[in-house]
């Protein structure tokens, strides 16, 4: 018999679908509970993996529908299932799996009762489970504390370097943000590289400006470059 969709019964005659015939065929047969374990870990056809994990909701312990069941989670493939009124309808297998595990029918037979999964990690019949969404969520997490970070890095170098930006108040310019102050530091990096390079391509003329080094025009002309490119090159780039 070739299985294509899930479903109980269907039709005003009450006709059943291939799927629950398998199923009723199964605990008729009585499989080894290995036989069904590798029906549920089949990879390549859904249809089965649905088949094992109806006959182990049926048939198995609490402990092993918790244990088997539950990996399905992560399978989101697409499947067929034919309602009451022989209409079909798309799922998933995941949702397939968490109707198994909560709901009181499926495919209309009334399954056995499963105690909370709580109950069972208390008693440590169970390990505690563990979402594949976890990960993203700790992914998520680290990159919003690396964008915290570097922005708390960006406020703090404009605060050092004495940016223009940073000296308005808080009630002038309340949504100033990191990135609002990068352009601005932009500039005035430019401006300081720029007066540098002047400096170095005309000393004497720096060095007869006011805030230039009035203290250093008493030195050799050749002592006098070196030392202020330094400094201007120290001041103007001070993390490096």
């Not at 109950?119 to 489970?129: H, N």
Request: proline share 6%; charged share 30%; net charge negative.
């Amino acid at each position: 018999m070739e299985l294509k969709f899930v479903g109980g019964v269907f039709g005003g005659n009450i006709k059943p679908t291939p799927f629950l015939c398998l199923t009723l065929k199964m605990l008729q047969i009585q499989p080894e509970k290995d036989i069904i374990v590798e029906f549920i870990k089949n990879e390549d056809f859904k249809y089965v993996r649905l088949l094992g994990a109806m006959y182990m909701r049926l048939t198995g312990t609490t402990v092993d529908c918790y244990k088997y069941l539950e990996p399905l989670y992560n399978d989101y493939r697409r499947v067929k299932s034919q309602n009451r009124n022989g209409e079909f309808e798309l799922m998933h297998v995941d949702e397939f799996i968490d109707e198994l595990l909560h709901s009181e029918r499926m495919c209309d037979i009334i399954l056995p009762r499963l105690q909370k999964r709580h109950v069972l990690e208390e008693a440590e019949m169970l390990d505690p489970r563990i979402s594949a969404l976890e990960e993203d969520l700790d992914e998520v997490e680290s990159s919003e504390e690396e964008d915290e970070e570097e922005e708390k890095h960006w406020t703090q170098f404009a605060e050092e370097a004495g940016s223009p930006a940073m000296n308005c108040s808080s009630a002038s310019c309340p949504t100033t943000s990191s990135a609002e102050l990068v352009p601005g530091w932009r500039q005035h990096l430019a401006a300081s590289s720029s007066a540098a390079q002047s400096a170095v391509a005309e000393p004497e003329c720096f060095l007869d400006r006011p805030s230039g080094g009035r203290a250093l025009q008493q030195l050799p002309q050749e002592d006098t470059i070196l030392p202020l490119a330094r400094r201007i090159v120290a001041r103007a780039f001070p993390l490096l």
